[in-house]
């Protein structure tokens, strides 16, 4: 992934608000992405996946939509709340050669204010 | 109650020694994976295994080594050959190397 400098890019929203966090990726084989959440001093926690048979995902106040033309990647966070501050990452991945290793992109940082 | 652990949470060591990170699942997860994060980048993958007692370099192996003797566990060793081993320590696994990765709580390193 991309390493330039040591500050991540920051996404500050209200609460309430709607956020939309962008990941670009490079490799047009990948077939399956992932987004994490990581809190200060924690590990990263899985949030949503989709496959590259699908555009789009939904789970809880977040969804996922996948445009392969652009290799974009986004995740929405409905109605964001301050508990979801945090550092969010996509990730892909790509099956040829037979290794599952995901690339991880650099993350965003994800300011709510109250 | 599944999940991953790694100990210690804090660590400290002296220039020249090496140190061995913990890492245990309970999830019967076939993969496992030793990632590096320093401040505000992304993770680094330093080895991965997909199956026990076969692992794999990742991209920043060097001065590290691992071993996959369970499929429960697979401990991370930094050695004195790795230069600035201060950093935050990330142990995930997976069920199958192709779907989610569940991370461990992390090890911070700090090197004196």
């Known amino acids: 992934g991309e390493s330039v400098g040591l500050h991540l890019p920051t996404l500050s929203v209200q609460e309430g608000d709607n956020s939309i966090i962008n990941c670009a990726y490079s490799?047009?084989?990948?077939?399956?992405f992932i987004w994490y959440k990581q809190e200060s001093g924690k590990g990263p926690q899985f949030i949503i996946d989709?496959?590259?048979?699908?555009d789009k995902r939904q789970g809880q106040r977040v969804t996922v939509l996948l445009n392969k033309t652009v290799k974009h990647l986004s995740l929405q966070i409905a109605a964001t709340q301050p508990g979801d501050s945090a550092v969010y990452f996509c990730?892909?991945?790509?099956?040829?050669?037979?290794?599952?290793?995901?690339?991880f992109g650099r993350g965003t940082s994800l300011i709510v204010h109250p | 109650d599944g999940g991953i652990t790694q100990s210690p949470k804090y660590l400290f060591r002296k220039e020249g020694q090496n140190v061995t990170l913990s890492c245990e699942q309970n999830?019967?997860?076939?993969?496992m994976y030793w990632y590096r994060q320093d401040p505000g980048q992304g993770l680094r993958l330093i080895y991965y295994s997909q199956i026990v007692n076969d692992f794999q370099k990742g991209d920043i192996a060097e001065g590290y080594s691992v071993s996959r003797e369970k499929k429960e566990s697979f401990p991370l060793t930094v050695t004195s050959a790795q230069k600035n081993p201060t950093a935050f320590y990330l142990c995930?696994?997976?069920?199958?190397?192709?779907?989610?990765?569940?991370f461990g709580p992390g090890t911070r390193l700090t090197v004196l």
């Open positions: 999830l019967n997860h076939d993969a």
């Open positions: 990730a892909d991945q790509d099956p040829s050669g037979g290794s599952y290793i995901p690339t």
């Open positions: 995930a696994s997976s069920y199958d190397g192709y779907n989610e990765q569940f």
């Open positions: 989709i496959r590259s048979n699908m």
């Open positions: 490799n047009s084989a990948s077939d399956y």
